[in-house]
């Protein structure tokens, strides 16, 4: 069989044995066709995978969006979602939520999943690997980004100003002294891991501090526990450093645990930014300094963007940033 | 316009201009019919909100489960929905959530979902509002309960025994010496929340200990800052309890700070012991004492019986209950 993007309407009317006109009625929904063979010639093109050139993934008359996720574990995710169902609520609409990171990620992924629930728009709140999974989907179905963005491709989306934000943070250690600064950082398949990185990078060569690779870690997940043996080793070795920066205040709160498990003393020994603001960073003792970002608002902003794309397809793209701001509790001072 | 009860097929057939035996031809996918013809009988039936008496609201042959889940931001909630969804995966299925609690609670509610969104089956962890709706419910789709349940209709369901696991929290806060047990509590509104609270009622009574009222707290939602706020209230009163059994982490992490705002030494002045074995329970200095339930496991073993049934509607119904484990940690010792 050929691949999906070769099939035509020629060979699906072949497979069929239908005409041309009839397989094209059928995908215009024009004209009179018997039941009989509309079934046929749609379970043929199932069979086969041909999906119309240009035809839309989505259906702007159903009130479902899909909410692609990295993982329901994340606190901060669980707030944007929160806002995305408030403001889907509001415009009489159900936004559903599934975890798409490390399984569905390609195109071909996403038409079999729209094939599966008809959905009016698709909010990504994980990663996109690339570029042009990114135009292949946007050119089908309204697409908002929130959180990830790739500023490629004329996409909406919503987001912070992730480099800015970790400067901040990093820039804060420095000024009350810290001089082995080092980070817990996801993956940098993610967006907002390659930013705050990038961010964290540039404070710490621009403070004319030596930037030590073997303090750099990249977690496959927002894991406490993985974060947690991280630390471990890294705050355990002869020569450790006197900070760290952490993406998410998961990692934070295992960064404590293991200076609590070291005996380090926090902050006096170690000094810890997270980021997000999400309950964790109160419930830890200290409490952690951190980035808050909007979490619930962004959300909330991003469905919106989606239902307004979806009521109207010719909405113009609208790419916002959000502010981030430093809160500074027990953990730095 | 009549109620969506009462509406019959001689409703629509009149009410779109066309014979009764049309109406049934499309209802039962018998038949040929004219495409415009069913395309109005069908927005007819939508419009007047008819639904077909014992039909279907689920569509056997999609691959799509709905999740109905109180709240995202129960980390409880959340490794439920990994375990969902790694069996859904397993099986072919994909597994969306969405928040119900509040929103979506009637029959009818779901009526409407379901027309939005067309799914194999249901997965309720979220309560119910009464057994007649989950009667309703279950007889027009295939559905599982987990964590929550309702004995009185035959669903299948995944849960734990809330009482017994309440109880043996108690009597263990009683074995260590504590006298004055305070219970941090969700709305009776959720199964497990009236279970928890009838096992620990049991407990003090069975031990010859004061049950007092004003030490029992029902919280509208697992919210950190409610539980603070809360914790802060009862602890500082002249006659504080010596001991807290909370039904979540969360609230046993909020009670913890309660103390330490309050100068108050745990476990000395105040044992605690929280619900679930989530991340939180080892993010605390100390690390909280709590019962673990196998969260995720439960919700892979949830999914798997919701599968089975919508691959066989003769599937037996199972009821099946997890065991729980106390495990001790600084907050009691």
């Not at 990249?218 to 974060?227: G, V």
């Not at 902003?301 to 979806?310: H, T, Y």
Request: with cysteine; charged share 25%; hydrophobic share 40%.
């Amino acid at each position: 069989m050929k691949s999906s993007e070769k099939i035509t309407i020629m060979d699906v009317a072949k497979e069929a044995g239908v005409s041309i006109a009839t397989v094209s009625r059928i995908i215009n929904r024009s004209g009179n066709v018997r039941d009989a063979t509309r079934q046929k010639v749609l379970s043929t093109m199932e069979q086969m995978g041909y999906l119309p050139e240009g035809d839309s993934l989505t259906d702007p008359g159903c009130k479902t969006i899909l909410l692609s996720i990295p993982e329901f574990k994340n606190p901060f995710i669980s707030r944007v979602i929160d806002g995305v169902q408030a403001a889907a609520r509001r415009r009489g609409y159900y936004a559903l939520a599934m975890q798409t990171a490390g399984v569905y990620q390609t195109f071909e992924d996403y038409q079999s999943m729209l094939k599966n629930f008809p959905c009016a728009g698709v909010m990504l709140i994980s990663s996109v690997r690339d570029a042009e999974f990114l135009d292949k989907l946007s050119s089908r179905c309204p697409v908002v980004m929130c959180s990830e963005y790739c500023e490629s491709v004329g996409v909406s989306f919503v987001s912070i100003d992730d480099i800015k934000a970790a400067k901040t943070a990093v820039e804060y250690l420095v000024s009350i002294g810290r001089k082995k600064i080092a980070l817990m950082n996801s993956l940098l398949t993610h967006k907002y891991s390659r930013h705050r990185e990038a961010g964290f990078r540039e404070a710490v060569l621009e403070s004319g501090l030596e930037l030590r690779e073997d303090w750099i870690s990249h977690l496959s997940s927002i894991s406490f526990d993985m974060a947690l043996s991280e630390a471990m080793h890294v705050l355990s070795a002869p020569d450790a450093p006197d900070a760290y920066f952490a993406i998410s205040d998961v990692y934070a709160a295992a960064i404590l645990k293991a200076a609590n498990k070291l005996g380090l003393l926090v902050p006096q020994d170690v000094s810890i930014v997270g980021f997000d603001n999400i309950d964790i960073s109160l419930m830890t003792d200290p409490a952690l300094t951190t980035m808050k970002q909007p979490s619930y608002q962004m959300g909330y902003q991003a469905c919106e963007i989606l239902i307004d794309k979806i009521e109207n397809p010719a909405a113009e793209t609208r790419q916002i940033f959000f502010e981030t701001e430093l809160i500074v509790r027990g953990s730095t001072m």
